[in-house]
């Protein structure tokens, strides 16, 4: 066998074992891509198999459910990042919409707590707590990333981007701060709040589990207390404790049975209601409620 330090110079043999070397890696690296490509093949496989990654709800994900959500589409609504300008929206922001706690100046109230103010803004209250606000015509100033009501519904999506909600009349955003909904006439506020629902768990799987005995009077007047975003409403022999903001609907027979409607926002907390929520008990929904909200005040 010739000797290759003999039949090659210096500068070719270093060529060469070059050569033979990139041809080994590329061996190699064909050999892995096969195999990814296989285990990629066995994860598609699973996803489908996946009763969380279906979910309308935010969930904890794991590591192999976040390569799988790269490849999926999530149903829930994304939040986007916009800066609010208008002064009172800012106040009320930092004052978790407490009316009181944001000291406004210069407004009059009528008979059901909703505040007025002469530049054309209404705040409509529950108590001191703000449901949400309207912008009339009479009102000039910035709003949101420098939009002004009268903005061309083409101008606000050139600066806002594309509407989380949308329809003929109007364009909706679903923002970290707040829901924000554009009319030729009229802008609509809703705050977007961040709630624990922990400690409201426990007691709907309490009352589920009949700790209560079926005693829905003594649950609702718990809830309601605890937690002042709830409005309760009879429907037929049904007590009906809801809850936009919170994103939560809780219905209550006379037999002591429970179902509960979660939308789109709702933030599950625990890991038992996690599970509850494949037993029939609790009705998914893709829909929003403050969406739905908005649309019931406008028709």
Not at 253 to 265: C, M, P, R, S
């Amino acid at each position: 066998m010739p000797n290759i330090n003999n039949k090659y110079k210096p500068q070719e043999r270093n060529k060469l074992v070059l050569l033979v070397l990139g041809g080994i890696f590329a061996f190699i690296i064909a050999i892995l891509m096969n195999v990814i490509g296989f285990k990629q093949t066995l994860n598609n496989n699973d996803t489908d198999k996946s009763g969380f990654i279906e979910f309308v709800f935010p969930s904890i994900s794991t590591k192999e459910e976040t390569k799988i959500d790269n490849n999926k589409t999530s149903d829930v609504i994304e939040e986007k990042k916009l800066i609010l300008n208008s002064m009172i929206l800012i106040k009320l922001n930092n004052s978790n919409w407490d009316r009181i706690a944001a000291n406004l100046k210069g407004f009059t109230l009528d008979e059901a707590g909703n505040a007025y103010f002469e530049d054309g803004t209404t705040l409509y209250c529950n108590g001191k707590n703000v449901d949400y606000i309207t912008f009339n015509s009479n009102y000039s100033e910035e709003i949101i990333e420098h939009v002004k009501l009268g903005d061309s519904f083409e101008t606000i999506k050139s600066k806002l981007g594309t509407p989380t909600f949308n329809s003929e009349n109007s364009l909706g955003y679903k923002t970290q701060a707040v829901y924000i909904f554009f009319y030729d006439n009229e802008v609509c506020v809703y705050p977007n709040k961040k709630y624990s629902n922990g400690n409201l768990e426990t007691l709907i799987l309490d009352y589920y589990n009949k700790t209560y005995n079926g005693n829905r009077t003594n649950f609702v007047v718990e809830v309601l207390n605890s937690y002042n975003d709830f409005e309760s409403e009879m429907d037929g022999e049904d007590v009906v404790l809801n809850s936009v903001l919170r994103q939560i609907s809780i219905r209550l027979n006379k037999d002591g049975n429970i179902a509960v409607t979660i939308y789109n926002g709702y933030n599950i907390n625990t890991e038992k209601m996690k599970n509850y929520v494949d037993d029939n008990i609790f009705e998914k929904s893709n829909d929003d409620s403050i969406e739905l909200k908005e649309n019931e005040r406008i028709s």
